[in-house]
């Protein structure tokens, strides 16, 4: 069966300092993979998707950047955080049919 | 590009009241799906609609998908506590598309 595995669940990070959220996917070949940005109290924001290994789209001009150096792997970074870069950060997969969310990143900027 | 509005953002109802939320999209959709994000959760698949004017039921949960597959709603009956959390619409444009475009969610609050 398929799984999708994102980490850290939480983290607290300073102003200015870099970010790498990793996200993982099992059981699936050359999957629709996505970022997405929940801010609090509100719904979902798409940052990147990627359909295939190097290929990245973003969908709003940010801080951040996403890098997919494997068939299965889909990374978020930024060089520099900012205060308006807390929220909570999802990580998804899909196959046409339905989304498969990991369990999130709750990320708080200081 | 796409855009996929939902409302209300929230909604606050006594236990045992229905509760609707509705989801418009400003272009014309292959398929919808809603997704139930429980508080502090991550978003959890419920359902998708395909055909247009499709009606599909879970339980006390009844989906519908418009006739001009631009606009779909959720209504739960007899609400109880345990259905509250944010429910999300997505849309998709195509069979395979990336352009998943989720809505804003509603945010139901049960009070028992």
């Known amino acids: 069966s398929q799984t999708i595995h994102q980490w850290p669940a939480t983290l607290v990070q300073p102003v200015g300092s870099p970010l790498s959220l990793e996200c993982t996917v099992e059981?699936?070949?050359?999957?629709?993979l996505y970022w997405y940005r929940q801010a609090a109290g509100r719904g979902l924001q798409l940052l990147f998707y990627?359909?295939?290994?190097?290929?990245i789209s973003s969908e709003v001009p940010q801080n951040l950047s996403a890098s997919r150096p494997q068939d299965r792997q889909f990374i978020l970074s930024s060089k520099k955080l900012l205060l308006s870069d807390s929220g909570f950060y999802l990580c998804?997969?899909?196959?046409?049919?339905?989304?498969?969310f990991g369990q999130g990143t709750r990320l708080t900027v200081v | 590009g796409q855009q996929v509005m939902q409302i209300p953002q929230y909604q606050h109802v006594q236990e045992g009241e229905d509760f609707t939320t509705y989801c418009n999209s400003s272009?014309?959709?292959?398929?919808i799906q809603w997704y139930k994000q429980r508080p502090g959760g991550h978003p959890v698949f419920l359902i998708q609609?395909?055909?247009?004017?499709e009606v599909k039921k879970q339980k006390r949960l009844t989906f519908q998908f418009g006739e001009a597959k631009k606009n779909s709603s959720l209504h739960i009956t007899a609400t109880q506590t345990t259905d509250v959390g944010t429910y999300f619409c997505?849309?998709?444009?195509?069979?395979?598309?990336?352009?998943?475009?989720f809505g804003k969610g509603t945010k139901l609050s049960v009070i028992p």
């Open positions: 998804a997969w899909e196959r046409g049919t339905e989304a498969f």
């Open positions: 059981g699936t070949s050359n999957p629709n």
């Open positions: 990627s359909v295939g290994i190097g290929q």
């Open positions: 272009t014309t959709l292959s398929n």
């Open positions: 609609l395909v055909k247009s004017g």
């Open positions: 997505a849309g998709s444009r195509g069979a395979g598309s990336y352009q998943l475009t």
